[in-house]
């Protein structure tokens, strides 16, 4: 489904400058021209000549096959994020990252543009560029967001290094980290718990209705996302014999967990009301919007932003109950089941249905885990759901 942006853009697209103009105008607002099979972009729509030059100077090499040398007399902003921008689509290409991942990057990227401007040399950045730049973020960020946003400022700066695109590592003085782990636990002490109670998620399951209602109870049955649910695929259902096979779409780590009688229901019923998808890669999925799109998905277009429908309609829930607090979200179903999942005594079992992998030896030889454990876990969470765990916990 054309996004309104895209449309805007298709009814706005300019004319080529002369009819021998080498590119042409891309949805996405740029200047472009297919070779060898993909796609390259040299500019703005507002500033054809730039594009053109950029296109001239590099034409040569991409036609070889060829990645274009930067120019000039150093690597810009733009540069660095440009081929960072490329390898990473390669990456995205091959599925060794997901399309979540490489929105993360772009909007990084965008935001070091942002601050420093797009021809400035990086080896003209020094240690008060990233001082300051550090202290605009953490105005708009929380500890963790922070820490999460500097690390991926730092992966840019290193590839820009290790690709050999600048002589030595950027230097960015001793303020530029993430934030400690004091602060870090402070502010998770002010934030308060991050789960439900047990009379807060029997009030949700009662209020919720489909496809909402089997998303939460995979998430409170199987300690699912809400990436978890939007990329879940039928055949990792087995509702025959109440099972699912799913690993996690972030790392690859296998899951593997018993559904509950409840959540049978709902997703036989999800199914039967499930909408047809406009994508063709989409067909295999659990869940559909109304509109046929991804639950959870990247909007397309330039500036890949990320919509989040699971996550959007859950909070409207909390809202409606009066249960919306602070970072209580889709995703405090996953703490929750980390949470009371931890009273069946079997952090093991625990970890291989929340798909958390541990680097310890144990783990390295563990070959297996018993559908039983995995059950009793599932057991302790559905007894504290339906009453108190001091029932039903051995």
């Known amino acids: 489904m054309a996004t309104e ?53 590099q034409r040569d090499e991409l036609h070889a096959g060829r990645v274009p040398r930067v120019q000039g007399d150093g690597l810009t902003l733009a540069d660095l994020c440009n081929r960072f921008l490329t390898s990473k689509q390669h990456l995205l290409d091959a599925g060794e990252i997901t399309q979540r991942t490489f929105a993360d990057y772009y909007a990084v990227c965008d935001r070091i543009i942002a601050a420093f401007g797009k021809m400035r040399l990086v080896t003209d950045l020094a240690a008060d560029d990233f001082e300051r730049l550090r202290a605009r973020l953490a105005v708009t960020q929380g500890p963790v967001t ?12 290193k590839y820009g290094y290790d690709a ?22 402070i502010a998770r002490n002010a934030n308060g718990s991050r789960m439900f109670e047990a009379e807060e998620m029997r009030s949700i399951l009662e209020a919720v209705s489909q496809p ?20 879940l695929p039928r055949a990792s259902l087995d509702l025959d014999t109440g099972w699912v ?5 972030k790392t690859g780590i296998e899951r593997r967990c018993p559904l509950w ?58 809202q ?54 995995l059950r009793r876990v599932t057991d302790v969470i559905h007894g504290w759901l339906s009453s108190d765990i001091s029932d039903t916990s051995t």
């Open 5 to 57: 942006s895209t449309v805007s853009s298709r009814l706005n697209k300019p004319k080529k400058p002369y009819p021998d103009f080498p590119l042409f105008a891309h949805a996405t607002g740029r200047w472009a021209k297919k070779i060898r099979g993909k796609f390259h972009y040299f500019g703005k729509w507002d500033d054809a000549d730039a594009a053109l030059q950029k296109y001239l100077d």
């Open 146 to 157: 922070l820490g999460n946003e500097i690390n991926r400022i730092r992966i840019v700066f």
């Open 164 to 185: 050999g695109l600048i002589d030595k590592p950027v230097r960015y003085g001793p303020s530029f980290k993430r934030p400690s782990k004091k602060v870090l636990r």
């Open 212 to 231: 909402l209602q089997a998303m939460v109870l995979l998430g409170i049955n199987c300690g699912f996302g809400q990436t978890d649910v939007a990329n």
């Open 245 to 249: 096979d799913f690993p996690r779409p």
């Open 261 to 318: 009688a409840q959540t049978v229901e709902a997703l036989r019923e999800a199914n039967a009301h499930r909408p047809t998808p406009k994508n063709k890669a989409d067909a295999d999925l659990v869940f559909i919007t109304k509109y046929g799109q991804r639950w959870v998905r990247n909007s397309g277009g330039e500036k890949q932003s990320w919509v989040d429908s699971v996550g959007a309609q859950f909070g409207k829930l909390l």
């Open 320 to 373: 409606r109950l009066g249960l919306k607090r602070n970072k209580l979200s889709f995703y405090a179903l996953r703490h929750t089941f980390e949470t009371i999942g931890g009273e069946a005594r079997d952090q093991v079992a625990v970890d291989h249905i929340m798909g958390h992998a541990r680097n310890d030896m144990a783990s390295l030889y563990r070959e297996r885990i018993s559908d039983e454990r």
